[in-house]
């Protein structure tokens, strides 16, 4: 069966697909659809996971899209205008993976300079080398070695931001993580080491910093944002209930600490992710993570994962002048993921044409 790309730019036939079955449904209003369940037969080029193509195009090397998108994908995605970050620093905790990877890579495409901070320096310094040729404008990105569970680690991570960079602009707490549990498995050890990874790291590198440098302002010159990555889970979160409560305490302590440093120019709130498809952050649960997204694809109401794009650029506007009023919030990007509540609108469980900016491989999609 020919196949015609979505892609806005270009249509291109492949001849690749078939049908697999079809079937009729009324929607109770007389109306019959067909919905076409289709299989890729021979794939003679691979698939493109290029943002603007969320459907099979051809990549034989020969077709524009594909040179295109191969020539994008070594360039940062970001809505901002160029150099809008120069002459500002900002600290990314857990950028050398995911999001933080996204995150920082976005910055530095802007001008800013960077330290991502995280465990393993050998996965940082393999990052930084990547994402400084997205480098513009005096952009760099910076390494340094950190467990954020640790004082000593952070305060290294201060003085070294400080004299790398000569100051620090903004701060982006994404370090984090959690295992899969039940509540009842959980010792105290393990509780402890996810409220250390996700709560207390958050509030030791705020305070060192807010100390350090944001409060020492003499001529009130400086200003600063703090940007909190938490969970989508305004609700509970079984089997990961640790992480959910560490998260609701980071919520409620960017609300805490927006208010008191109002007056100093400091801004903090938290961004709220939902499913984001991250290769590093999947990794972590093994042949758990397969599972976990056949199950959930249908629940969320995009019927898909999010991308690290989607969450970077969020970020990188409230570490912007252009978010200066807002403080203390929380904001979700999850797909429209917890914001029902019983599903009195039966699932379509189709795909969704909602588009994707970034990259996101079609497992993470319906
Ligand atoms: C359904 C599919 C979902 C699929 C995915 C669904 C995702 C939904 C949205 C969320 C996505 C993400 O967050 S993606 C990002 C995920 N990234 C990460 O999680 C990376 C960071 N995480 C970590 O480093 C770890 O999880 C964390 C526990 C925080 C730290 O581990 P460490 O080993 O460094 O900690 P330690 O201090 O050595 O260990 C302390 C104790 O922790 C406990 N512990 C540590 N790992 C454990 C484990 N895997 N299972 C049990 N217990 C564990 C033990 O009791 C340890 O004590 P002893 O027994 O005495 O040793
Ligand atoms: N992907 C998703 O669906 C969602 C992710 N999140 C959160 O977003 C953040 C980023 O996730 P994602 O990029 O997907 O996953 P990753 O596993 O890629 O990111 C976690 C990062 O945190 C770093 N890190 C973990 N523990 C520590 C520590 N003790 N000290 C310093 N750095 C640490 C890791 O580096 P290293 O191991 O080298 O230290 C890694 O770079 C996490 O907080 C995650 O929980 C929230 C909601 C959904």
Redesign the pocket.
Known sequence: MPYKCQCPSQRIKTHNLKVRSMFKACDGRGTTKIFLSIIYTKIPHQICQHSQHSTPICRSGKCEIHRKCSLMSSLALTPFKAGLFVGKSIIVTGGGT?LGYAIAKELVSLGAKVVIAARRIEVLEAAASEMNKSSQRGGKIYVCQCNV?NEDDIQKLVTFALETMGGIDGLVNN???????PVE???A??F???VE??LLSCFMLSKEIYNRWWSQQEDRKRSGSIVNII?ANKNGFP??AH?GAARAGVENLTKSMALEWIGRGVRVNCVA?G??Y?E???A??GE??G??LSS?LPCIPAHRCGTAEEVSSLVVFLLSDAAVYITGQNMGVDGGMGQGTIPLRPQDHGASLLPVYGELPMKARL
């Open positions: 995911g569970r370090a984090g993580g959690q295992f899969v549990s498995n959980i010792s050890r393990g402890k080491a996810v990874t996700n969970l089997m990961m992480s992710p499913i984001i991250t590093s952050g999947f972590n649960y758990m993570a599972a976990f959930v």
